[in-house]
């Protein structure tokens, strides 16, 4: 049976700013440094190849990063970012509107600039990706149409950072959201995932946020069931010695597959 995380329990336990200031300091010393250079270095060849491009790319899950679009943006003529609580929408406005208050992604965004090999352009790194993002919209995987009551003409990526582990509560969810997302994808669309492995939690101050611990087999098996072909599966395991205690995780996955 499918079952989700509802947004009114996700909301009480997931203080998204704790969250930002506790994984997306990069240099900080936290188990997110290995998931940042991995995840971003992926991001980073799989948007500059030249395989996945196009004209519209729809963010699963957005709110309330923008870590994970900073490649795509060079790749995309419009982003459209989506939210599913409120809390996690504010913190994505106010770095839209550049408030005083908006979180600070400067450290995560030198890193893609350096890899761009652009050194020095962060600003107009930043710039650049608020300029794509053209809406954004609510999004609940466990729809039909995850962006419903809105229908948009399907797009030619989709991005799901970090996500589906944590709407959906066992297997069957998973291998349903991914038929859902498919709704919104072209034939022969991208499927971006990218994610933690193993993990049951990670904390975020003092709760431990639930997460659907996934393995490279059951990822395989979920994709293989709702009619996705893999393309690539790479994956980081944890490094021998790593003490990291605020979440059980093994490991680091980044996920290119495509709809027939
Ligand atoms: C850990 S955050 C990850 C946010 C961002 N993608 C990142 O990588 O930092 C989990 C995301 O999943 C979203 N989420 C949880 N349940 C969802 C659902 N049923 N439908 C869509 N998104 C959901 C949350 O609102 C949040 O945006």
Redesign the pocket.
Known sequence: MSE??K?FD?EKE?NARL?LDT??HLGSGSLADDFLRFELANLHKIFTSGGVTGKTLI???????I??LLSACESFNEIIA????QT?LHELQMWMNKDQGAFDWSSVVKHVCELEGKSGKCQEKEDKLRGKIKQVLH????KNN?LEPVVLPKADCLI?????????RNQNSYIT?LKNLSNLLKPEGHLIL??DLGANY?EVGPNK?FSLAVSEQSLRNALSESGYAIRELVSFGKPEGADFDNSDYEGFYFIHAQKP
């Open positions: 989700f995380t947004a996700y997931f969250y994984y997306f963010d699963i899950g957005t709110c309330p990063s870590y994970h989506t939210w599913y609580t996690e999004c609940d995987v466990s995850p799901a950072a970090v996500c589906l582990e944590a709407a959906c959201a990218a994610g990670y946020i």
